[in-house]
């Protein structure tokens, strides 16, 4: 079982460039959640969505674009690449309900020079 | 603001050893909390969660202590082993916040064989 994949798992951008994270899960959940680690820290919430089409701020959201189309996916947009934007990128998907943890994908490992 | 923290960023340990990790939270509202390992390179896995209405849940060879008078959880894993050795996250969620886990620091713990 798959659970949550993100694609790619490293890439290097020049300030200015875009592009956008791929996050998919298989397990019919309707939370999903975008998450930033920056080194020696801990996670930083971007964006979430608590179902198809909606989507909503977290704590750190400037520079980055998210959609939510289908339940599955839930991608992350660059859209002008900044130094700042270096870091580990992680998603996770949850179900609904409260006493429920979250599944984390494997990390995107983004560096912008 | 709230938010959660853990007091000791590094901790090191023999092999055997029972490990303590410590996190503060600041948010009183927090019904359920959990505890995530991250191994180097990846993602956040789940160890083991427990519910506000809890003071003490066990697993195998870990058990979290909550206690809510001073807003502490505490993460005790026994005969720690090598392969303990990782960042450990705890994470609240509160109910009222649309389920979103929100992530302390981390501690790093070290097994030495």
């Known amino acids: 079982n798959a659970g949550v994949t993100q694609t790619p798992k490293f890439r290097i951008l020049k300030i200015g460039q875009s592009m956008t994270l791929q996050c998919a899960q298989d397990?019919?959940?309707?939370?999903m959640y975008w998450y930033r680690q920056d080194p020696g820290m801990g996670l930083k919430l971007i964006y979430y969505?608590?179902?198809?089409?909606?989507?909503d701020k977290g704590e750190v959201p400037n520079g980055y674009n998210v959609s939510r189309s289908t339940t599955e996916d839930f991608p992350l947009r660059l859209e002008l690449a900044a130094p700042s934007q270096t870091s580990v990128y992680f998603c996770?998907?949850?179900?609904?309900?409260?006493?429920?943890?979250?599944?984390f994908g494997q990390g995107t490992r983004l560096t912008v020079v | 603001g709230e938010s959660v923290g853990l007091h000791l960023p590094t901790l090191s340990v023999q092999e055997g050893d029972n490990s303590i990790i410590n996190c503060a939270y600041s948010n009183s509202a927090s019904d359920y909390f959990i505890w995530y390992k991250q191994e180097s390179g990846k993602g956040p896995q789940f160890i083991i969660d427990?519910?506000?209405?809890?003071d003490k849940r066990q697993g195998q060879r870990v058990t979290v202590l909550l206690n809510k008078t001073v807003k502490h959880l505490s993460l005790q894993i026994a005969a720690t082993q090598p392969g303990d050795s990782a960042v450990y996250f705890c994470a609240e969620i509160f109910q009222g916040g649309s389920y979103i886990p929100t992530f302390g620091r981390g501690t790093s713990l070290i097994v030495h064989p």
């Open positions: 427990i519910r506000s209405n809890m």
């Open positions: 397990m019919n959940h309707n939370y």
């Open positions: 996770a998907s949850k179900t609904r309900g409260d006493h429920t943890e979250a599944f």
């Open positions: 969505s608590v179902g198809a089409g909606i989507t």
